[in-house]
């Protein structure tokens, strides 16, 4: 997420971008190796004195964080917090990234009105991480979301890798029973650019105007890249035994930001129609390469 929004906030802002483990570059964008976590190491990014910050840095492995619950503490946790109070200190916008892994996925369609209960320890972090940002500095805005897209580093997106294995011909799993809201981060970041406009503070769910199963994915995105359907083959969440649980339906409601936005959110067909031309513009080299 944080170089795809390098690359569309350049046009518009001066941008510093921060890493940590694996250094990036990208034109036009000043970079910075920052430790999130060590509170000792965001003066450098004071310095820059920041209008707006869209915190999307985390341990998002679902596993690892299950496994290692003290770096998923620090990395998710003391990060936010320490974000929040350089914020705050310099008066800037904090546009926080969350997750719809704060609710325990019992219900589905859920609403800001709706309790979390986070039931792995990422989700519980996250939720963490919320209250901290919303009680330091509390004009920030706290966005729940579940994005897909291009890549940066070699590393895939949920859709990237469900292309891969369409595109080599091989047999792709896909949970029929994970119901989510997934958005093109692309279309995220031109709504996170409209709530700094706006200045929303508070907690908003944004992300796909329409959910789905990620086996109603999987066949939307064969369909979208005329790749071939038969190789998806309907797997179930109970038949894996991952570290960490995952809530089977996770869909959030949007209707509050489509009326705040005042637009309506992409369906997963025009999320994957937007993907695949934006690897045929030359997105996806220049997003890599440049
Ligand atoms: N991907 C999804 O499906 C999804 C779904 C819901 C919500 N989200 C949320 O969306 C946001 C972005 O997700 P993503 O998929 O872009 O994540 P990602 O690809 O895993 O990137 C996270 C980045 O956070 C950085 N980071 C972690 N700890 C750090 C620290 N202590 N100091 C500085 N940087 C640190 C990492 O930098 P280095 O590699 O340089 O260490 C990494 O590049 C996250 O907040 C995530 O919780 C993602």
């Not at 509170?39 to 299950?66: G, M, R, Y």
């Not at 917090?81 to 904090?94: H, S, T």
Request: proline share 3%; hydrophobic share 40%; with cysteine.
């Amino acid at each position: 997420m944080g170089s795809n929004i390098a690359m569309a906030a350049k046009s518009r802002f001066e941008v510093c971008a921060s890493y940590n483990k694996n250094r990036v570059e990208m034109s036009g964008v000043d970079f910075l190796k920052v430790d999130l976590a060590n509170s000792s190491e965001l003066k450098h990014i004071e310095q820059f004195k920041p209008n707006l910050i869209i915190h999307c840095a985390a341990l998002t492995n679902i596993d690892v964080c299950e496994d290692d619950p003290e770096q998923a503490y620090r990395e998710n946790v003391l990060a936010s917090r320490n974000i929040a109070e350089l914020a705050n200190q310099a008066g800037a916008y904090l546009i926080h990234i969350s997750t719809d892994a704060v609710f325990d996925g019992k219900k589905g369609n859920y609403s800001e009105a709706d309790k979390p209960n986070p039931i792995s320890v990422y989700g519980k972090t996250k939720l963490e991480a919320e209250r901290e940002i919303l009680s330091i500095h509390p004009s920030s805005s706290v966005v729940r979301t579940n994005i897909y897209g291009w890549n940066k580093r070699d590393k895939f997106s949920l859709a990237e890798w469900m292309l891969s294995k369409l595109e080599n011909n091989d047999e792709l799993p896909a949970f029929k029973d994970i119901i989510y809201s997934p958005i093109l981060v692309n279309d995220l970041i031109i709504q996170l650019f409209a709530l700094y406009d706006k200045k929303f503070s508070g907690t908003i769910h944004l992300a796909g105007g329409q959910s789905c199963s990620k086996l109603d994915f999987a066949n939307i995105l064969a369909d979208v890249f005329a790749l071939d359907e038969s190789l998806i083959k309907a797997t179930s969440i109970d038949d894996l035994d991952f570290k960490a649980p995952r809530g089977k339906n996770i869909s959030l409601d949007v209707s509050h930001a489509q009326e705040l936005l005042n637009t309506p959110l992409p369906t997963v067909r025009d999320g994957l129609v937007e993907m695949k031309c934006l690897r045929e513009s030359g997105y996806v080299e220049i997003l890599k390469y440049e």
